[in-house]
């Protein structure tokens, strides 16, 4: 695939053609290629857990509320954050690891999407459609309970792959003058913030979007109906907790 092409054209595909599987071997293959991506010291603090059978994709289907990304894809990659491997190894050395703390988890956190992310574009380039799972940290103690993660080991990003059933329309993305700032944080003028949002305001979606939710505009459809302070709240405790039980102090 033309890498222009490819990344002009990016798409999360979340719906996958039920005739083919994805070959084990391919995906070991990608992984491999993936794992070449940057890492904090070269440490590679993560695993990942791939799922191919259907039990097994249908084990981890109600932690990630039934979408229907993962209850038809072919391949589920929960990719972890892993200190067990790393600590272990130190301490058949001798020595005593530092890690369990909120820099090291920001490292291994950093260092695990990085992988993530390079197998998602190794496997779109080959074809493949994936589709990133927010929910794996609302349920991290399922899906570990389901994965037989061991201590010092977190879940952090689930990927779902297959083959693509569906050619969605490109989804819109801010101008990128709201993103990128040369030399130093130019913080915009309200006016500036109410033009970079214009376009994704006035879709249809995000107008239907709000008119479903009974709000009055797309900004308090995210904050009150999408991701809300209570849920997000929540939430956090759940996690930290069970970070703690794994072995990470926060």
Request: net charge negative; hydrophobic share 35%; proline share 6%.
């Amino acid at each position: 695939m033309n890498s222009k092409e490819y990344f002009k054209n990016r798409r999360t595909i979340r719906k996958y053609d039920q005739e083919r599987s994805v070959d084990t071997n391919l995906i070991d293959n990608m992984l491999a290629d993936a794992a070449r991506a940057a890492n904090t010291g070269n440490m590679q603090t993560y695993s990942v857990i791939v799922s191919t059978a259907p039990e097994e994709i249908a084990a981890l289907a109600p932690s990630h509320f039934n979408q229907p990304a993962i209850t038809g894809a072919k391949a589920v990659l929960t990719f972890c954050l892993d200190f067990n491997r790393f600590n272990r190894w130190c301490r058949l050395n001798g020595t005593e690891p530092g890690l369990d703390n909120l820099q090291g988890f920001t490292w291994a956190v950093i260092d695990t999407s990085l992988f993530a992310q390079q197998f998602c574009t190794i496997a779109e380039m080959n074809g493949l459609g994936t589709c990133y799972l927010g929910t794996t940290t609302y349920n991290a103690e399922p899906i570990a309970r389901t994965l037989g993660l061991p201590a010092e080991v977190v879940p952090v990003v689930t990927v779902t792959v297959g083959y693509p059933a569906e050619e969605p329309e490109l989804q819109e993305r801010l101008p990128l003058e709201a993103i990128v700032h040369h030399g130093h944080y130019a913080n915009p003028s309200d006016e500036a913030i109410r033009e970079f949002y214009a376009e994704k305001e006035n879709l249809p979606s995000s107008k239907k979007f709000v008119e479903e939710n009974s709000k009055e505009n797309l900004a308090q459809v995210f904050a009150e109906v999408r991701y809300p302070r209570p849920a997000n709240e929540q939430f956090s405790r759940i996690y930290k907790e069970f970070l703690k039980n794994q072995g990470i102090a926060l």
